[in-house]
């Protein structure tokens, strides 16, 4: 491990620092000023109440959603309808979904300055900051050994885990910028317009997965100071256990990657009109270049940039979005009134879609295996100095989290609120789910310029910070499981630089042409949600066979995890199957039309009709998606356990105690299993528990 620390370890206010601090301001004093000109144009707003009426439903189709005499505050782009009074024709949706489409140069000058302080960040620390860290190391060699020392192993230690010298607060805002991708961003909130606010509590497991995160899988990692999660496999188990999860890491990579940049692509054509494959090459290129020459400080401190434009935007709407609509009161009420305030069904079917089991049990093997064995999360846990410091990033984390996540199921009620009367999705104006919510901030945040830029730059900050998490992984992934092990020692520094910026080049670029693929293949969006489960779960399940259950050999393991992979493939393909075909959807909650002010097309709506029909299912692969990763982890567990029935128990004295949980470790000493057998310890340097 380098010993030298640099200019951010040591807390010394350095040009990115300077940068990061002016962004914020900027960012502060935007706001500011926003919400100066939203009290200026709803001031008016406060003398129009909305007023509610006694709900009625109509019975000629069963998707007519309770409708209320409501008036909100003209939008620009209603004040532009004809209004069915004047007799004059009424917009069609083609020509309302252009009319949105107006961002302007203010738009465009902000989403450009957030790639453009990106690029900056990266630069500095391929660059500046490395060069100024040659110089020091270069003062101390002296032409003696002590520097040479010091440079061995620092290229990849740099690139992947900052030296193991990073900051609390910036990693913890990279882990939450990383954690939520611009699918989530905007997925969370069409889920809460869509199905209600059942969801919303999944963020209570959050303090469960930490939890358990920190007394069992962290300290594990912690103490052995690994750069690939995958390294523990090998230690653990075989060589073979380590190519296999390794594998599964980047077959997931290589389907999310694309994805990932998609989904935003979406939202910048529907508020500009501009086509996806040309802005897709442009922002894949800038994030490739900081994540190339930047390393993981690099992509640190652009996801700092980026989770505060995030917060920023999501403030600014909720504000604007309430005021628009009368204010906090009318938000709920319309909400309540159309059964979006609802809670997880209690019911321990698994097909039902949200309920108590579904949401809190597996809700909690769901975000374990985001937090806890994910190997973006414990590269950054990875890249701090202390014990300590990884738990105040914990905790910082994951009110983080949750704070964003509380904003993105605010925004969905908003959503609902403004389209209550008059589902998009239903006429047609909002193409797909993804494309809801930035037609709400087009209609809500077109009125002030750069609004509908900041949005826009809050996605893609969204999709860049996983974009650049993912690339960065990449690199430590096939750098430490795939070739580290077949050069050995005689891999040279430059050969280990080359190779990490050669991977996330490669990877970085070929999701440019995978967007293509994405493009066409409609179903692989729906895919990549299941298959992220299907492969987590199963590598839960190993991860917690290993530090849990040190009876357990590799044998026993590989037949489990192979297993448990098999079945959850086959359960997440045939569920997506029954979910396209239609012999089998989860009912949504009720939408209606009848208050629309443009022209759509009527057969449209009725065809989607049976969406909201009640539907049940008895397969198994009609339960919920939260229960996915709870299936995968305890499908490898049970069918290794089983496996040791044929093959044997291991013996523990062959297992490394510094492989098990702490809370294993301490039952094997209460019961004197070191007398009778003494586990076989190999010296692992520890991390200290308090802070430098």
Known sequence: MSTTADPVAQGVNSPVVDVVAKTTTTVANAIAKTVAVISSTVSTSSTTGATSTIPTSSSSTPTTSTTFAYTPTPSPI????PSLEDGAEKLSVKDLSQALQHFGIVDYLVFIAMLAVCAVIGFYFGFIEKKQKKQKLAGKDGGGAAGVEERRGSEALDYLVGGR???????????????????????????????????????????ISGAIS???FLPVFCNLQLTSTYEYFERRFSRRMRLFGASLFVLKAIVWLPIAVYVPALTFNQVSGIGIHTITPIVVIICTFYTCVGGIKGVVYTDVVQSVIMYGSLIVIMIKGTLDLGGFGTVWRINQEGGRLNTPEWSLDPTVRLSVLSVFVGGTFFKLQSTSINQATVQRFMSLPSLKAIKQTLFIFSIGLVLLYMGCVY??????????????????????????????????????????????????????SSLSTLLNSLAAVILEDFVKPRMGKSMKENHVALTMRVVVVTFGISSIF???????????????????????????????????MPWVGEKCVFIGSIASF??????????????ITGSFRHTKLPVSV???????????????????????????YHMSFLLYAMLGALLTIITSNLATFVYGRQDIKNVDENLLAPVVQRYLRKNNYYESVELKKVEVPKLSESSD
């Not at 990549?528 to 399940?541: C, E, N």
């Not at 098999?566 to 979910?579: G, H, K, P, R, S």
Request: glycine share 8%.
């Open 411 to 464: 925004v969905g009620l908003v959503c609902y609120a403004t389209y209550y009367d008059c589902d998009p999705m239903s006429t047609g104006l909002a193409g797909r789910r993804d494309q809801l919510v930035p037609l709400l901030v087009m209609r809500v945040l077109g009125v002030v310029p750069g609004l509908p830029g900041l949005f826009v730059s809050a996605v893609f900050s969204a999709a860049l």
């Open 214 to 216: 920190w007394y069992i």
């Open 78 to 81: 209603q004040s532009t309808s």
């Open 566 to 579: 098999l079945t959850m493939a086959w359960i997440a393909v045939n569920a997506q199957i029954a979910n």
């Open 165 to 207: 010298q990073m900051k609390v607060f910036p990693v913890a805002l990279s882990l939450v910028a990383s954690f939520v991708s611009g699918i989530s961003l905007l997925g969370t909130s069409t889920e809460i317009y869509v199905y209600g606010t059942q969801y919303a509590f999944i963020l209570v497991t959050l303090a």
């Open 594 to 620: 009848e208050k629309c002010d443009y022209d759509f097309d009527m057969n449209r709506y009725l065809n989607s009709t049976s969406e909201y029909e009640p539907h049940s299912g008895s397969s198994v």
């Open 514 to 548: 995978m967007v293509y693929v994405v493009e066409k293949l409609g179903m692989v969006l729906q895919l990549s949600a299941t298959l992220q489960s299907s492969l987590y779960g199963p590598m839960l399940g190993i991860f917690t066979v290993g530090m849990l």
